[in-house]
């Protein structure tokens, strides 16, 4: 019997990393590996529309809010027209006894842009001079309403003083303001009938004819 010869088998090169598929089949799979998975896009666009959706819900809540539930703002201004006994030369002399006549114009605004504003019945103005606050004269403001972005509504109220005495350093004082134009005054509107309940509601500065900012604190 002759001697048995190993059959010699063929050398097989081995693939880079340890011996894994190669060719087109493997090519495929690399390729599903690297593409992103439709259910992750499907949640980031869920995710996303929920958030656009809660920040647009908290939108319209703000609005109804503010249109409903937030308190009116009032923006209140108040002019001097003229005004009447207080002639340096012929009422503001000693031991007199001065009947003034405040003609004012008193407006009211809406600063929101959903609720309008009143200046309700029984609201009364009282002016005083300067930031000593002498009591000059009072009157009633007639009921007015603005509406949301609409121009402020304005009304002429007339404000009068009988029999008011002045201490002789105030007079003097208020003789030179009026005779310079330089009087400053001080107008509340006072909402009420002047018991516990009533409150003052805005305080202005203003001068005869103008020429200080009109609106209201």
């Known amino acids: 019997m002759g001697a048995l010869v190993e059959e010699e088998q063929p050398f097989l090169p081995l693939?880079?990393?340890g011996g894994g598929a190669s060719g087109p089949r493997a090519a495929r799979e690399r390729g599903r590996s690297q593409t992103s998975d439709p259910c992750l896009e499907c949640c980031g666009m869920i995710v996303g529309i929920a958030l656009f959706g809660v920040l647009f819900g908290a939108l319209g809540w703000l609005a109804i809010m503010e249109k409903y539930y937030v308190p009116a703002m009032p923006q209140y201004s108040v002019e001097i027209a003229s005004v009447s006994?207080?002639?340096?030369a012929t009422d503001l002399h000693a031991g007199a006894a001065l009947d003034p006549v405040f003609n004012l114009t008193v407006g009211i605004a809406s600063k929101g842009e959903y609720r309008g504003?009143?200046?309700?019945?029984r609201t009364a103005v009282k002016v005083s001079y300067s930031y000593l606050g002498l009591p000059l004269a009072g009157g009633r403001v007639p009921e007015m309403c603005a509406g949301p972005k609409e121009p402020a509504e304005k009304r002429t109220v007339v404000a009068r003083g009988v029999g008011v005495s002045v201490p002789g350093y105030m007079l003097d004082s208020?003789?030179?303001?009026m005779r310079?134009?330089?009087a400053v005054f001080e107008v509340k509107l006072?909402?009420?009938d002047g018991d516990r309940y009533s409150r003052t509601v805005a305080t202005c500065w203003a001068r005869v004819g103008g020429g200080l900012?009109?609106?209201c604190i």
Do not use: F, H, Q, Y
Not at 85 to 88: A, H, S
């Open 190 to 192: 006072i909402k009420g």
């Open 117 to 121: 504003v009143c200046i309700e019945p």
């Open 85 to 88: 006994g207080l002639d340096p």
């Open 174 to 177: 208020l003789a030179e303001d």
């Open 15 to 17: 693939s880079r990393g």
């Open 213 to 215: 900012d009109d609106r």
């Open 180 to 182: 310079s134009g330089e």
